[in-house]
């Protein structure tokens, strides 16, 4: 009998191979890119005297989010809602 499946385990092999040789070109020509939005300072985004919770930025602390509130109601509602349905069925 013939071994069958030797050849697709090759083929396999090759694929993967030119699949990671094509993705370390690709993350060499992409890196430098990288490093460099890396090293970009944070106060270069904010304007020269300007305030950065005064510019929206997110570094300050968190705002409540609209509607915040009733979500928490509805969710503690279906939890009481959970909790007498447990209750019932002991």
Do not use: F, Y
Request: aromatic share 2%; glycine share 8%; net charge neutral.
């Amino acid at each position: 009998m013939k071994k069958r499946g030797s050849s697709g385990l090759v083929l396999l092999v090759v694929v993967m191979a030119i699949v990671l040789l094509l993705v370390a070109k690709n993350w060499k020509a992409a890196a430098p890119r990288l490093a460099e939005t890396m090293r970009a300072q944070p106060q270069a985004a904010h304007p020269a005297g300007g305030d950065p919770a005064e510019a929206g930025d997110d570094d300050g602390p968190p705002r409540a989010l609209p509607g915040v509130g009733e979500m928490k109601r509805a969710t503690d509602r279906h939890a009481d809602q959970v909790q007498e349905a447990l209750a019932e069925d002991r």
